[in-house]
């Protein structure tokens, strides 16, 4: 069974920079497309980026479009998420997610990790 463990999460500045990142083990997940998404308090989890597993397509929403970047090293079996530009609408607890089919990853991914927590003060 795979595993997924985030980390990189803290208390950050409106404004500032943060990187996620997000082991992989127990399972081929280098040829998995991998995502990001986040929950705010009460709200739903919504998506935030996601990667296909060749690393030359990614996928973001408009509202971290330009701010995020998602990228991975395989051979680490690692993905990563740069935040940028840092905004309090970005707090949130930031989940990874891999799935075999690239599509599936941006809406029902079947793997999920535990979560880390981001805080942004304004």
């Known amino acids: 069974q795979g595993q997924l463990v985030e980390s990189g999460g803290g208390l950050v500045q409106a404004g500032g920079s943060l990187t996620l990142a997000c082991a992989a083990s127990?399972?081929?997940?280098?040829?998995?497309?991998m995502g990001w998404f986040r929950q705010a308090p009460g709200k739903e989890r919504e998506f935030v980026a996601a990667i296909d597993w060749t690393g030359r397509n990614t996928y973001y929403p408009d509202s971290v479009k330009g701010r995020f970047t998602i990228s991975r090293d395989n051979a680490k079996s690692t993905v990563y998420l740069q935040m940028n530009s840092l905004k309090p609408e970005d707090t949130a607890v930031y989940y990874c997610a891999a799935d075999g089919a690239e599509r599936r990853v941006r809406t029902t991914p079947t793997y999920w990790g535990q979560g880390t927590r981001v805080t942004v003060s304004s």
């Open positions: 127990g399972r081929t997940f280098s040829r998995y497309a």
